[in-house]
């Protein structure tokens, strides 16, 4: 069946850390679609799509007092310091138990505070138990100095019972400040980074007997220095399943975020399409009304999964020191469709239907009904991640109004 090698050609597109849908369930459904058996083919992406729905991310996140800990877990999640729901910062250590940081904008995403193991009593195994260790996709060990033999003992202890941990060094941007600052004449960007690397590897690897990864971060702006890396490498190692809530819950500070939350939302989409065109194949299948529930509410997500919200805009309007509606007239994605604003898109797509159904009958509106559906949502996802990397990228739409943009991040970046 043409369908099952267009399933194929389809998640070819997709690169493997940016799959949010296993080689194994992708061989398995193409299997029932060419065999006919359309039903099971459903079944396997109703599981699919619930798996990917209802998956759980929590990150526990590790460190010594002043390290940035909390910085770090505020910016992950996109929340400043001041506000209601942030993690709290300050020079004494601020967690002595782990405590819980929902993401503001994905339920399912919990970032974990843990004290660092040098301020408690533990062994790193006992350390493990105490901190309830099973519950956590993955470990981020920070540091903003060198790493202690503490971190290494707890990053084997994390080995060993085989849960994957990576090391980030914080305050860079302070680290360089401070180096052009006291050594003009000698300072080297490039070089000073690497220093940094070395110095925090050659110290772990006395302990681990291995060369470890250390990702080198900036709280004030994470879309710096090895961010991305940290990212790529987060998404390589998750289940397939993880990937995409994990993506949505980054924020669009990169064009490749952006397109990274694209991609993965676009998988999600198409499976969904398959689901209702098969189902719309099937003797008294009938029409397939929940392929969207509700349109407006989808095009809502997808404003807020790519920070175009009207919250987020607002904060970014403010720190460009204009209005809104000033800000919002350089974007496509806020008017899309709005000179019909006085109807729902999802009533707009059904009377399209009613009046295909009124010539063709039943069975062929409703493919026509997932089809439309299908291109509605990569429309809607295309202008989204669009507008956002226009807002990182256009900054000779801004200058005149507030000198270079993005050279100053917005506050709600400094987390």
């Not at 359309?38 to 396997?44: D, E, G, I, M």
């Not at 004290?115 to 519950?135: A, D, H, V």
Request: hydrophobic share 40%.
């Amino acid at each position: 069946m043409a369908w099952a090698s267009s399933f194929d050609a389809f998640f070819k597109n997709f690169k493997r850390e940016s799959k949010i849908i296993s080689e194994y369930d992708i061989t398995l459904i193409m299997t029932y679609i060419e065999e006919n058996k359309l039903q099971k083919a459903v079944s396997v992406i109703e599981k699919v799509l619930r798996d990917i729905e209802d998956a759980p991310l929590n990150i526990a996140v590790t460190g010594e007092t002043g390290t940035g800990k909390s910085t770090f877990i505020n910016a992950l999640r996109g929340v400043g310091h001041e506000e209601k729901d942030a993690a709290p910062t300050g020079a004494i250590e601020t967690t002595m138990k782990r405590t819980p940081y929902p993401h503001p904008k994905l339920p399912n995403v919990t970032i974990w505070d843990l004290p660092g193991i040098g301020s408690t009593t533990f062994t790193p195994q006992n350390y493990l138990t105490e901190m309830k260790f099973g519950e956590y996709d993955f470990f981020i060990i920070i540091s903003a100095t060198r790493f202690k033999e503490n971190d290494a003992q707890l990053a084997k202890a994390i080995a060993q019972m085989g849960m994957n941990f990576y090391f980030v060094r914080t305050k860079i941007d302070s680290d360089l400040d401070n180096e052009q600052k006291f050594k003009p004449k000698s300072f080297n960007k490039e070089k000073l980074l690497k220093k940094i690397k070395d110095y925090c590897s050659n110290h772990l690897q006395e302990s681990l007997y291995s060369e470890p990864l250390v990702f080198l971060v900036s709280n004030v702006d994470i879309s710096k220095y090895d961010f991305p890396k940290l990212e790529t490498k987060l998404l390589q190692d998750l289940p397939a399943h993880k990937r995409h809530v994990f993506s949505l819950s980054l924020q669009s500070l990169t064009e490749a975020t952006i397109n990274c939350k694209r991609d993965s939302l676009k998988q999600k989409v198409f499976l969904e399409a398959v689901k209702a065109g098969v189902l719309a194949t099937i003797p008294l299948g009938g029409m397939i009304s929940d392929i969207l529930e509700n349109l407006d509410e989808t095009f809502n997500l997808y404003r807020s999964y790519f920070g175009l919200d009207d919250a987020s805009l607002e904060n970014v309007a403010k720190d460009l020191n204009m209005s809104v509606d000033d800000f919002k007239v350089h974007l496509r994605f806020p008017h899309l469709f709005s000179e019909h604003n006085d109807e729902s898109l999802e009533d707009k797509l059904f009377k399209y239907i009613k009046h295909i159904s009124s010539v063709t009958g039943g069975p062929v509106a409703a493919v026509t009904y997932y089809r439309m559906a299908y291109y509605l949502q990569n429309l809607f996802l295309d202008t989204a991640a669009n507008d956002a990397i226009a807002l990182l990228n256009s900054k000779a739409l801004f200058e005149k109004k507030v000198g270079p943009y993005i050279s100053k991040p917005p506050e709600y970046w400094e987390a």
